[in-house]
T-cell receptor, first 114, second 113 residues
């Protein structure tokens, strides 16, 4: 089955609010995690990543938090804008072997209301 | 434009037919990955090539095959197509033989009728 999953399939927020998208993973050996954004008709676009030796990483308006104790990952988007409306995927990677494929969650649809 | 080029963007074909999807990676990237995205299965890893060699296989059907050519472009061949093969097929590339920092193309939407 899926190694990575999402708590909420849809999320609707008001423009200007902060958004939090959650993700659970089951493989405790995964050591690298990525958030992707996919807009309609486009391929997934890299947002931010985090390695397992970190708890938090910040980018421009986005923050990823990693809680290895409960195997939980979250993406926080500050001051959400209509352009943030998309499907967001978390993905995990298990390095150290010969297979570097990413395992994706099923995605969360974020809708930003003006 | 991500730099990863996929053609064609849309493809409609009949059951039982064979199609070829093409991917040109970003300049300088040696690894190519193929993913299938369907509504019920999400993004599923199919296969990875690095500098012309197969590196990893995922849930790829025996009816599907791929290769990476000396100029690093890759083709995904889908044969004996079934209705359930209708999906978006994405190619991604990366510099190294690893899963870090994939760049995805915009995909090929395959419809089998």
């Amino acid at each position: 089955g899926e190694s990575v999953g999402l708590h909420l399939p849809t999320l609707s927020v008001q423009e200007g609010d902060n958004s939090i998208i959650n993700c659970a993973y089951s493989n405790s050996a995964s050591d690298y995690f990525i958030w992707y954004k996919q807009e309609s008709g486009k391929g997934p676009q890299f947002i931010i990543d985090i390695r397992s030796n970190m708890d938090k990483r910040q980018g421009q308006r986005v923050t990823v938090l990693l809680n290895k104790t409960v195997k939980h990952l979250s993406l926080q988007i500050a001051a959400t804008q209509p352009g943030d409306s998309a499907v967001y995927f978390c993905a995990e990677n298990l390095s150290g072997g010969s297979n570097y494929k990413l395992t994706f969650g099923k995605g969360t649809l974020l809708t930003v209301n003006p | 434009d991500s730099g990863v080029t996929q053609t064609p963007k849309h493809l409609i074909t009949a059951t039982g037919q064979r199609v070829t999807l093409r991917c040109s990676p970003r300049s300088g990237d040696l690894s190519v990955y193929w993913y299938q995205q369907s509504l019920d299965q999400g993004l599923q890893f199919l296969i990875q090539y690095y500098n012309g060699e197969e590196r990893a296989k995922g849930n790829i059907l025996e009816r599907f095959s791929a290769q990476q050519f000396p100029d690093l472009h890759s083709e995904l061949n889908l044969s004996s197509l079934e209705l359930g093969d209708s999906a978006l097929y994405f190619c991604a590339s990366s510099v190294q033989d690893g899963g870090y920092g994939y760049t995805f193309g915009s995909g090929t939407r395959l419809t089998v009728v």
